[in-house]
């Protein structure tokens, strides 16, 4: 199977994703799934208003669930990680036809996180990061893995 580029319009603006070589995307995919699970529990509540993960960044999604999202992922890793890994994702990213390097990234997502995290979101969708279900099928699974789990009282 071939590399993919895959494009999608996010907050007016014409996004460019290619999917990552093998061995790249596979260190992307491990670091990323020690941040998924903790972070899917917010996430869950959002389905009954309709935001699932394979429309999440077609959608207007409650900022709050974003930042719980956001604070847990925090939680995890220092700044220096989470600025590499976002970095790492958003190689080869193209915003209206301009690759985001370094410095595209720092003047175009200034005061702009939630569009940010709709751009990471299509990144981790094209590159199936978590099979073709993506993480659309992890936040079912945790649903079901949280009803089912018996409460300790």
């Not at 070589?21 to 529990?41: D, E, F, N, Q, Y």
């Not at 925090?74 to 890994?85: A, F, H, K, P, R």
Request: charged fraction near 25%; aromatic fraction near 6%.
């Amino acid at each position: 199977m071939a590399i993919e580029t895959k494009d999608r319009e996010i907050e007016g603006h014409k996004y460019m994703v290619t999917q990552f070589p093998a061995r790249i995307g596979l260190g992307l995919k491990t670091r990323l799934s020690k941040l998924v699970i903790p972070v899917l529990i917010p996430l869950i509540g959002s389905e009954g208003k309709g935001v699932t993960l394979s429309n999440i960044t077609e959608t207007d999604i409650d900022p709050s669930l974003i930042s719980k999202a956001v604070e847990i992922i925090i939680s995890q890793l220092d700044s220096v990680e989470i600025v590499d890994l976002v970095m790492k994702l958003m190689n080869g990213v193209r915003r209206d036809g301009v690759e985001i390097t370094a410095e595209v990234f720092d003047t175009e997502f200034a005061g702009e996180y939630i569009t940010l995290y709709k751009v990471l979101f299509f990144v981790i969708q094209t590159n199936n990061f978590f099979g073709k279900g993506g993480i659309g099928q992890l936040v079912s699974q945790a649903k079901n893995l949280t009803e089912s789990t018996p409460s300790k009282e």
